[in-house]
């Protein structure tokens, strides 16, 4: 019982400690894709990341922008389906089911960031009405199709040779 105890232990410390850098950046820029595919860097401040390299999955961001959704709305791509991803124990600013509830009630707007950051990965960015922005990486339907084995559907590049 004391193994599985520490076993359970240790898988906790390297899941939420060990495969994450956190850093605080302070200002820095996000990037977002315009409605007409082109990218765009935006300034934010307050901007804290946290990423790992186990995973291209393992990013989450938080800032703060002086943009409204409805603003961004006008000039940046929707992006269909977001689904925030739960952030480590060491990242409390990034909570998952609370900007899951704030899109589903029309109080976040996500937006593309950038399509396919590593193969089938999308960055997602989303701001809530106070100037709140998170990101955080989604797999989107290419990776879906090609990670559980099967080829691309149409309309997707064809995938690396590493992802096959």
Known sequence: MALAVLAGAGLFYLEQFHWYDVREEGRGTVTLTTVDGTREMLDVTGLSIAEGDSSPLKYRACFEIDATPQALADRFAPYPDPEPTVAPVTFPCFEADAL??????????????????????????????????????QIN?????????????????PPPADTE
Request: proline share 7%.
């Open 100 to 137: 899951a509830s704030a899109l589903a009630a029309g109080d976040a707007l996500a937006f593309m960031g950038q399509e396919n950051v590593t193969y089938g990965i999308d960055r997602v960015v989303a701001v809530g009405a106070g100037g709140e922005g998170f990101a955080w990486h």
């Open 141 to 157: 339907r290419c990776g879906a199709r090609v990670f559980d084995g099967d080829p691309p559907p149409e309309g997707c590049p």
